[in-house]
């Protein structure tokens, strides 16, 4: 178990045991095994969908299936005549010794066995069966799962749920729990950032999370690497080792089963060995792992890497319309050991000059008031805020309803198209600048201005404490990765 692990660092001489796949960039052809006629062949209408090769369905019964072609459909996965990359199976945890066997002898290079009932049951006869699926298998394919959703690869066009994004990005997410991944996949569409690839492997019987992470990270089509982990076998704790040390990306990590109830549900969950807590720990500080609590912090994370890169995030600026609001974030921001400083006095002095309406403040926290209403002079005070060099970030606070024009005490001026073009500054000056857009009062506006910023690459918030204990996690990476 990971518990003995020692805390060293493998040597150069380390022989490194992970399966290679990376033959998945290039799947051409693929076949849903045992689709079930009871669920509208679901597996097979999601891939039917978006699959941008060869599509087969295999049944032992079924000879036609509505909407598909008739040709496409066969007995056994040995009778279809061209080449098949790729299985994904769907039949009874008893048969699928059968397809694996099939599978061998057709040449297939990857299989997902969907199917649960085998070591995650905790029987047995369930782990008797999935060491025999491995024996069969006898190296030739890999095997994701049991007990696992597979790949979403958008790129391809594989996806196991119809309504995934079909988009393309760098960023690769591994998963044991293919609800995780389904929550991760969904909430990225709506955060407007996009997955290379996902990978729910479940049990993980022949590929585990170390041979994907190993895949990821020599991945020319993945930037950054997003990880729910429940645990590893017995016996790979040098193996993770080694690959932490020759990766080169930054890598976050939401670990599961930390606790001692934690810890039991996940050997129900996946048959993970969870491991000595202390010890994952060490491997997480050791190797710079960004390590998060829930699985909003590992996306809200993803988001402001992706958006802005890996940033040292120590000075923040702040931009509020209440000087009350304004202090709480000041305590926040402090809560989580970083600073507001002042500006410096040649970018104070011009900040004094735009300030023009009274009861505002220009030092740092910047307290604005009523002249957020004068947008164009808004822009020009977060362009001098952002250009400020001691300034590594701006937190800015912004209630939807000022997006109302009903709220606007000038309505000849364009506030919505000045204040989005302010809020795409931080782009110009390489630096996050972070709205927090108030949710509650008018949650249609704050959609509709939060899909727009999206688009351009500026994450929106709506509670302070869904990103301002993040910024210290990217300014830690940073900083361990100059030293």
């Known amino acids: 178990m990971l518990n003995f692990i020692p805390l060293m660092t493998p040597s150069k001489t380390f022989n490194l045991n992970v399966k290679d796949i990376s033959f998945i960039n290039d799947i051409q052809s693929m076949a849903v095994v045992g689709p079930s006629k009871k669920r509208n062949f679901f597996f097979l209408r999601n891939h039917q969908e978006n699959f941008k090769g060869d599509l087969y369905a295999v049944h032992s019964k079924v000879k036609e299936i509505p909407n598909f072609p008739v040709a496409n459909v066969y007995s056994s996965i040995k009778d279809i005549p061209g080449k098949v990359d790729f299985a994904f199976i769907t039949v009874p945890a008893l048969q699928v010794l059968d397809v694996i066997d099939d599978c061998v002898e057709k040449g297939v290079k990857l299989v997902n066995i969907f199917t649960a009932e085998f070591s995650d ?174 699985l909003e912090q590992l996306m809200h994370t993803a988001r402001l890497i992706d958006f802005y890169g890996i940033n040292d995030l120590q000075n923040i600026a702040v931009f509020s319309l209440s000087g009350g609001y304004g202090v709480i974030l000041v305590d926040l921001i402090e809560k989580f050991r970083m600073n507001v400083p002042q500006f410096s006095p040649k970018i104070q002095e011009q900040l004094d000059k735009k300030f023009i309406i009274r009861g505002t403040s220009s030092k740092n926290p910047l307290d604005v008031a009523a002249q957020l209403f004068y947008s164009q002079s808004i822009k020009e005070i977060i362009d001098l805020a952002l250009s400020d060099e001691k300034i590594d970030a701006l937190i800015m606070d912004l209630p939807s309803w000022y997006f109302d024009p009903g709220y606007s005490i000038t309505p000849a001026e364009n506030f919505e198209v000045n204040m989005l073009e302010a809020l795409y500054l931080g782009h110009k000056h390489n630096k996050p600048l972070i709205p927090i857009l108030e949710r509650a009062h008018r949650p249609e506006e704050s959609y509709r201005i939060s899909r727009l910023l999206a688009k351009k690459r500026v994450p929106v918030f709506g509670d302070p404490l869904e990103f301002i204990p993040l910024l210290p996690k990217i300014t830690n990476y940073k900083r361990k990765l100059k030293s």
Request: net charge neutral.
């Open 121 to 294: 049951a905790g029987t047995k006869d369930g782990r008797r069966l999935e060491k025999e699926i491995i024996e069969c298998a006898q190296n030739k394919v890999r095997i994701l799962g049991p007990n696992g959703m597979g790949i979403f690869y958008p790129k391809l066009g594989i996806a196991w749920r119809s309504k995934f994004p079909t988009t393309p990005g760098n960023i690769g997410f591994i998963g044991q729990s293919g609800g995780v991944c389904n929550i991760a996949i969904y909430t990225a569409k709506e955060m407007d950032i996009h997955f290379s690839k996902v990978f729910s492997f479940g049990n993980g019987a022949d590929l585990d999370f170390i041979d994907i992470l190993h895949f990821f990270s020599n991945d020319d089509e993945t930037d950054l690497i997003l990880c729910y982990l429940e645990g590893i076998k017995e016996n790979r704790g040098a193996d993770l080792r080694q690959v932490l040390v020759d990766n080169k990306k930054p890598i976050v990590v939401l670990k599961g089963g930390k606790s001692e109830s934690g810890a039991l549900a996940a050997r129900t969950h996946t048959a993970s060995l969870s491991g000595n807590t202390q010890i994952w720990n060490s491997i997480f500080k050791q190797h710079n792992l960004i390590e998060v609590e829930t």
